[in-house]
């Protein structure tokens, strides 16, 4: 039981890193970083509750949402690469139009 509590412990703490990288990094990378930090904690948090029951529902969420981390990886590194193509910075702060620069 006390290697549950340690396992519980550890997936909040994984979150909450995730979540000040999100709110205090400016760099867009960085925030990545931490969604996908967040989404690894969600998954330490359902395989444990899976180790509960007698069932495989924890790790087939677990399996979906490492899926869903991959994608969303893929999707955002391409839109930073896109913007920094055109705005030369990856700091969101720093972009302050919407339109292409000549």
Avoid: R, W
């Avoid at 994984?14 to 867009?28: D, E, P, Q, R, W």
């Avoid at 509750?49 to 979906?64: D, R, V």
């Avoid at 055109?86 to 000549?102: G, M, R």
């Amino acid at each position: 039981m006390a290697k549950i509590d340690l396992l519980f412990y550890l997936g909040a703490f994984l979150f909450c890193s995730g979540l000040l990288i999100v709110f205090t990094k400016k760099n867009a990378i960085m925030i990545l970083l931490g969604i996908e930090l967040m989404l690894n904690a969600a998954n330490l948090n359902l395989v444990l509750f899976n180790s509960q029951k007698t069932g495989l529902e924890g790790q087939l969420f677990a399996l979906f949402v490492i899926i869903v981390a991959v994608c969303e990886a893929a999707v955002g590194i391409a839109i930073i690469l896109k913007t920094y193509h055109y705005y030369h910075t990856s700091v969101p702060d720093q972009i302050s139009e919407l339109k292409e620069k000549p």
